[in-house]
């Protein structure tokens, strides 16, 4: 496209030229405005919400991809999506055409990831890579699904990330009961820990928790919401996905600790969050506890793959894990499988058995 002045009648004109949804070149002239102004005012508005092409820039095309996705999704994972976009992709493709990026601009920008460094000094995760290339890829996958674009340059490219972490960090329970001691004088606190430890609740899914959702009777939890703090408001939200939602057994003893936890909190309505307190508040006591307890640290999260390694080496199966976990799919619990090694040499110690039986029987 491109503005011109209009010699014969003294106006501005624009020249339009761009690929419509249909992926059909259209060629065509808007003429009459009065100042060039207009015609640049005019040619932005109409490639942001006429055209809708891949003839717009990254950053246009952005906008659209904005308006056609954010009412599908939690505002907190548009949040999350709309920080990586902002941060890692307008900067280096906004100006480009959609339809001009090639798999060489691709292979640029992420040579450029692998040399960016975050404000720490300290090189960008492949997994975090692999996180804003999948943006990336959303993004053009939409522009060829719905605005004509050839094809997803990215895919040509090929990927530079990790799918996921060399090492997955968790706690045995040894470790667990040694950090828990650190914080049993800060009851809200050491409770909060043991559902995340003992039942593997998403941080979210434990913050949402009511004192309806506890079933000390049945010994049960019921997962039905998330929490997320967003511009300084609590937001109570679905949770992740729709396996997200259900009713977790608590062991004997855990139904107990969260029954004397309720009554010492005598004043606490059904829909009363049963821990108040942000997702800092968790990650920061875990620190300084575990370093109180001289055990490794890990994140908040790491207490939920601490919960699938425990279920794993006690022998419960995948199908199981993921329901319990709320798992989207099956695979996801096995890449977990690795984090107890030891199995190989149970799983060889129970075939030695099984051939000493027969040995045995065989010698009778």
């Given at each position: 496209?491109?503005?011109?002045?209009?010699?014969?009648?003294?106006?501005?004109?624009?020249?339009?030229h761009?690929?419509?949804?249909?992926g059909?070149?259209?060629?065509?002239?808007?003429?009459?405005?009065k100042?060039?102004?207009?015609?640049?005012?005019?040619?932005?508005?109409?490639?942001?919400?006429?055209?809708?092409?891949?003839?717009?820039?990254?950053?246009?095309?952005?906008?659209?991809?904005?308006?056609?996705?954010?009412?599908?999704?939690?505002?907190?994972?548009?949040?999350?999506?709309?920080?990586?976009i902002?941060?890692?992709?307008?900067?280096?493709?906004?100006?480009?055409?959609?339809?001009?990026?090639?798999?060489?601009?691709?292979?640029?920008?992420?040579?450029?990831?692998?040399?960016?460094?975050?404000?720490?000094?300290?090189?960008?995760?492949?997994?975090?890579?692999?996180?804003?290339?999948?943006?990336?890829?959303?993004?053009?996958?939409?522009?060829?699904?719905?605005?004509?674009?050839?094809?997803?340059?990215?895919?040509?490219?090929?990927?530079?990330?990790?799918?996921?972490?060399?090492?997955?960090?968790?706690?045995?329970?040894?470790?667990?009961?040694?950090?828990?001691?650190?914080?049993?004088?800060?009851?809200?606190?050491?409770?909060?820990?043991?559902?995340?430890?003992?039942?593997?609740?998403?941080?979210?899914?434990?913050?949402?928790?009511?004192?309806?959702?506890?079933?000390?009777?049945?010994?049960?939890?019921?997962?039905?919401?998330?929490?997320?703090?967003?511009?300084?408001?609590?937001?109570?939200?679905?949770?992740?996905?729709?396996k997200?939602?259900?009713?977790?057994?608590?062991?004997?003893?855990?139904a107990?600790?969260?029954?004397?936890?309720?009554?010492m909190?005598?004043?606490?309505?059904?829909?009363?969050?049963?821990?108040?307190?942000?997702?800092?508040?968790?990650?920061?006591t875990?620190?300084?506890?575990?370093?109180?307890?001289?055990?490794?640290?890990?994140?908040?999260?790491?207490?939920?793959?601490s919960?699938?390694?425990?279920?794993?080496?006690?022998?419960?199966?995948?199908?199981?894990?993921?329901?319990?976990?709320?798992?989207?799919?099956?695979?996801?619990?096995?890449?977990?499988?690795h984090?107890?090694?030891?199995?190989?040499?149970?799983?060889?110690?129970?075939?030695?058995?099984?051939?000493?039986?027969?040995?045995?029987?065989?010698?009778?």
């Amino acid at each position: 496209m491109s503005v011109r002045k209009d010699e014969k009648r003294g106006t501005w004109l624009v020249k339009l030229h761009y690929t419509n949804h249909d992926g059909e070149t259209v060629d065509s002239t808007k003429r009459g405005f009065k100042t060039k102004g207009e015609a640049l005012a005019w040619e932005r508005d109409f490639l942001a919400n006429e055209a809708r092409s891949t003839s717009m820039t990254f950053e246009q095309f952005v906008g659209v991809y904005a308006e056609d996705v954010r009412p599908r999704l939690r505002e907190t994972t548009w949040r999350s999506k709309e920080y990586m976009i902002n941060e890692k992709l307008i900067p280096f493709f906004g100006e480009m055409r959609v339809v001009d990026i090639t798999s060489k601009e691709i292979m640029d920008w992420q040579n450029s990831l692998l040399k960016a460094k975050d404000e720490n000094g300290k090189k960008l995760s492949e997994t975090y890579i692999r996180t804003v290339e999948n943006q990336l890829s959303a993004i053009l996958n939409h522009a060829v699904r719905h605005y004509g674009l050839p094809a997803n340059p990215l895919q040509k490219a090929g990927r530079v990330g990790e799918k996921q972490g060399k090492e997955m960090r968790f706690w045995t329970t040894d470790e667990y009961l040694r950090f828990s001691e650190k914080v049993i004088d800060r009851p809200e606190m050491f409770y909060a820990y043991e559902i995340l430890y003992w039942c593997g609740l998403r941080e979210g899914e434990l913050l949402a928790l009511t004192a309806k959702d506890i079933d000390i009777e049945n010994r049960t939890i019921s997962v039905t919401k998330s929490y997320s703090r967003l511009d300084g408001r609590d937001i109570i939200g679905p949770p992740k996905t729709k396996k997200s939602e259900r009713v977790i057994a608590l062991p004997r003893f855990l139904a107990q600790e969260l029954q004397e936890y309720m009554e010492m909190e005598c004043d606490i309505k059904e829909d009363d969050r049963l821990f108040p307190f942000t997702k800092y508040a968790l990650s920061n006591t875990l620190k300084t506890a575990a370093k109180l307890a001289g055990v490794k640290e890990i994140r908040v999260h790491d207490l939920r793959h601490s919960h699938v390694s425990l279920l794993i080496n006690l022998g419960f199966t995948a199908v199981a894990i993921a329901d319990r976990m709320g798992h989207e799919s099956v695979h996801i619990t096995y890449r977990y499988a690795h984090l107890f090694p030891n199995q190989q040499r149970n799983m060889a110690d129970v075939l030695d058995a099984l051939m000493n039986a027969r040995s045995e029987n065989h010698e009778r």
